[in-house]
């Protein structure tokens, strides 16, 4: 009579194949694992971008709301719009409904100070040519800074003349109105710099209407 003898253990090539099968899974797991992390930490920095360019946004709306078209300069009708644009805001109405306008306030677009319109990456913050739009108001002679880290350019828009996006502005910049009528568009383009690859970038609009 013929007896079968037990396996004692597992052998050697069983072993290897074990551990290489739990090494693909786990090494799957992390890379996974990773890319989950990587696009949770690129919907926090889209989102912390949109809201910083929405806030100054914001102040741009609420700074050309009842604005007089007659008293934009200059005025931006152009296909060209402006990144500069000198306005006055009611102060007050009389009982007949004359208005009194503040004295002029100015919203412009300019090179951030630390890095010149020089094609490098003076300030070494990972992008080239930023700049920043600022505010001064009426009766004040120190600017206020609503955005850093603007868009030298509007989307696909380059300066060469063309019109690129197609959406009858020329040579748009990072921030610029245009008025058709009496509806002024605003448009912002913010940046953020990424550890690896291109910025990232978030482009808003709004439009105000303005007094007649």
Not at 29 to 52: C, H, K, T, W, Y
Not at 128 to 157: F, W, Y
């Amino acid at each position: 009579m013929k007896f079968r003898t037990k396996r004692a253990g597992y052998t050697l090539l069983e072993m290897t194949v074990a551990v290489t099968v739990l090494g693909l899974v786990l090494g799957s797991v992390g890379v996974f694992q990773n890319m989950s992390n990587d696009q949770s930490q690129s919907l926090i920095e889209r989102s912390q971008l949109e809201a910083r360019g929405q806030r100054a946004l914001n102040r741009v709306v609420s700074e050309l709301t009842g604005v007089a078209q007659s008293l934009l300069v200059p005025d931006p009708n152009s296909v060209v719009g402006s990144s500069s644009i000198i306005y006055q805001r009611p102060a007050a109405v009389s009982a007949t409904g004359v208005i009194t306008w503040e004295n002029p306030s100015r919203l412009m677009l300019e090179s951030d100070p630390a890095d010149g319109a020089n094609g490098l990456d003076d300030d070494g913050d990972g992008l080239t040519d930023e700049c920043r739009l600022v505010l001064l108001k009426a009766g004040t002679s120190v600017p206020t800074v609503l955005c850093t880290n603007i868009s030298p350019m509007a989307g696909v828009e380059g300066a060469n003349g063309y019109d690129e996006d197609s959406d009858g502005i020329v040579d748009e910049t990072g921030f610029h109105v245009q008025r058709t009528g009496d509806l002024l568009r605003i448009h912002l383009s913010v940046l953020e710099a990424r550890r690896e690859g291109e910025p990232l970038r978030i482009d808003l609009d709004a439009s105000v209407v303005l007094r007649n």
